[in-house]
């Protein structure tokens, strides 16, 4: 693995004597987009602002390129940043907007142009913000926050005012762009999709504490603890004799996804109570005779509500 | 370890100066006014009880005659469309854009005793002498419905637009007439709009100084009782008056307040405000127009009369019902004479100095209060809208009493006589003016656009000039435009703060008054009255 390019080192933020966010350890490798994903309040947004230089770390340092930023003000410290409601200056036009951060220099002008270019929005620059529609506003603060240049860009919930037919759309451009810049990215999101189809690593934040970093499929095949395994990715908890039946040593929690578990012969015994019918396949919502509900993925036609039936596991996660 | 912050500092700096200049001066009088004979004095006469009993009844009564004529406005104007609506919705707020002292002259060339409505009269009815005596509390009752009817019209209005129409909607699907939405859910909502009208008519009648002072004849007020006992010389006397009257405010607010209860609107987020209604009947919409229109010049005959009698020259017109000769004289001699020219340029700069001093201190707080939420931000706050909640009679005696003397270890200098006490009176009075408008506009600025100037490279005075400043102008524009016509009219504090060199236009207008100048006094008003109107348009551009 080549040297990190950013450290962040045991970061710490005290906001009141139960609220605490980190200490938090995370190296990012140049050209690397890390996805901060957590619920609300998991102080993935402190995060960023910890790194963008808005607020001031109680302890622990952050590092680019061998250089300590810690102390380094958000203006010096040369980090692009997207706003999750974009904060383009409502006063300047796209093209101001987009030059803000470049200085006066006889080049100002190509460098506001190619920067537009980037984001498709060439010939947009002489336009009222308010003019633009959101997914052009958001395409404007992508832009203005590459512009000059910096040294690694952040976003903050990135499409989370997109509406979801733009979503998916913006999420691949967003990281064809990023990948054409070869720029160090940190985002962060609370949804589970976003970060995997946008991040190539993710570090997944609960309750101020790092809980798992890993590639997608690590995170869902391997996860570190229960958040983790019940946060990414639907998952279906056992304890006790049900977790047993389906090949567990009964000692500690069983973790199985809804696509994993299948109806069979013999297994664990139970009656389907729910169908939700989702087009290819449908999840049969079980009961088992000791109460527990889990989530089974199957051929739509696999089972009848009130039906019997026993389910068996393909792959289990013990924890 | 704890290490005060920088914005800390700040604070408590920008804090002393608010107390030495608001609070500071009150206390002194107020220390000084309970260790005097006066107190005694005071108490005995029956003349200063009835000044304060008259303060107080002509506030309460101004209070109701300004909510009798502006509320009905304000929904006729909100809820009826009919020809004019929207340029005589506009024209019938003019007279809040007036300086008081301007009003009060118009009235006095319109209604007065030798005005233009008298005369005429006289002369149709052939009478010996004039119909009528503008004199007493009845007019400065009529001068204070005049003028203030405007902030119960405006507050009605602004609580009206931010009214619900699927509330009213809701109250008619749950069977309730129009009675019944009219009390039970119209009314209720409006409480804090009346009651911010209540407050601010309430606490601009009792500082009213102006109408009692030229129409008030034998019947003191506070106000005019004070400038009387500061001018006799009785410095202790007018100390406890002072004491008296911003006690009476004082405890006028907290009434008041106490039936304000919370802005509900805000809580309830944006409604969609009920549409203007056409009034269907042809006849009943042609009386609804016939009678704003009346009403629009009726408001506007004023000024118009202050117009005319500034175009007549010194003496020309005497018996007449209309001015024999019309023409621009007294605006060459305003213009010409230095002795006339320069109270104008005194007021300009007074005006100037103040303004951009209270802007500043209100952007300091801004930054300090919003945006570092600094352990003093309550108080820094408390500090700018104090003046608001005191008659300005109170802080131009504090202020002559405070800087009168030399006491450097008091942090007490000599002002007073020099050019510096009437900005700094002014300021005082400036700074609720900007402090709420920059405050709020701060509050309405999303803290990421400085954000994202600062992770754009920008240091904090590129941050400030090219995105806060240009992000707070309208809020910014609005207060420094009312401090700066507040403060080119005043009256109240200019009478007894003001020296020969320093005199303002106010004060001119007044001597003009004395020795019978009324076209040079009309003409003074009406430059007034443009420059205050110029100003405030500026300010209310977006």
Known sequence: ?319 | MIRPRRSELAAAGLTLILAWVVIYPILVVGAAAADTAALGAFVMRPGEWAALWASVWISLVSVVLAAAIGIPLAFLFEWFDFPGRKTLGSLIALPVVLPPLVGVIAFLFLYGESGFIARAIQAALHLENAPWRLQGAAAILLVHAYSMYVYFYLFTRAGLAKLDVSMLEAAQALGADRRATLWRVIVPLLRPSLVGAAMLTFMTALGSFSAPYIFGGGFRVMTTQIVATKLNGDLPLAMVETVALAIVAVAGLLILRRTEGDDILVALGKGIAPRPRPIRRASVRWLAATLGWGLAVLLLLPHLTLALVSLVPYGAWTTEILPPVVNFDNYRRLFSEAERLRPMLNSLWMAAASTVVAVVLALAAGWLVVRQRVWLRRLIEGLLALPWALPGTVFAIALAITFGVHAPLQLRFVLVGTAAILPLAYLVRALPLTGRGILAAYRQLDPSLEEAAASLGAGRWRTLTRVTLPQLRPGLAAGASLAFVAALGDIVASIVLYTYETRPVSIEILSSLRIAETGVAAAFGVVLMLVSALVLGVGARR
């Open chain 1, 1 to 319: 693995m080549t040297a990190p390019f950013l450290e962040i080192q045991a970061i710490e933020k005290r906001w009141s004597h139960d609220v605490t966010v980190g200490p938090i350890t995370l190296d990012i490798a140049r050209g690397e987009i890390l996805a901060l994903l957590g619920p609300s309040g998991s102080g993935k947004t402190t995060m960023l602002r910890l790194l963008a230089g808005f607020e001031t770390a109680d302890a622990g340092r952050i590092a680019v390129a061998n250089e300590d930023v810690t102390a380094v003000p958000p203006a010096r410290r040369r980090f692009g940043m997207v706003f999750q409601h974009y904060a383009l200056f409502p006063h300047l036009d796209v093209g101001d907007n987009v030059g803000f951060g470049l200085p006066k220099s006889p080049d100002r002008d190509a460098r506001i142009t190619a920067a537009l270019g980037l984001v498709d929005l060439a010939g947009f620059a002489r336009r009222k913000v308010h003019e633009l529609s959101g997914g052009q506003q958001q395409r404007v603060s992508v832009a203005r926050a590459l512009a000059p240049e910096p040294r690694v860009l952040m976003l903050d919930e990135p499409l989370s005012n997109l509406d979801p037919a733009l979503r998916e759309r913006t999420r691949h451009e967003l990281r064809e762009v990023i990948k054409r810049v070869g720029i160090t990215t940190v985002f962060v999101t609370h949804e589970q999709e976003e970060a995997f189809d946008l991040g190539d690593r993710i570090a997944v934040l609960n309750q101020g504490r790092l809980e798992q970093v890993g590639a997608p499929d690590v995170l869902y095949e391997h996860p570190a603890n229960l958040f983790v395994a019940t946060f990414v990715g639907r998952a279906n908890v056992f304890r006790g004799n049900a977790a047993r039946a389906l090949g567990g040593n009964g000692k500690g929690i069983l973790v199985a996804r809804p696509e994993r578990l299948r109806f069979s012969e013999a297994g664990l015994p139970g009656v389907v109570r729910e169908r939700r019918y989702v087009g290819a396949a449908a999840f049969f919502l079980i009961e088992s005779d000791d109460h527990q509900h889990f989530e089974v993925l199957a051929e739509p036609d696999a089972a009848r509500v009130g039906q019997r039936v026993y389910v068996e596991a393909t792959r289990v996660i013990a924890l």
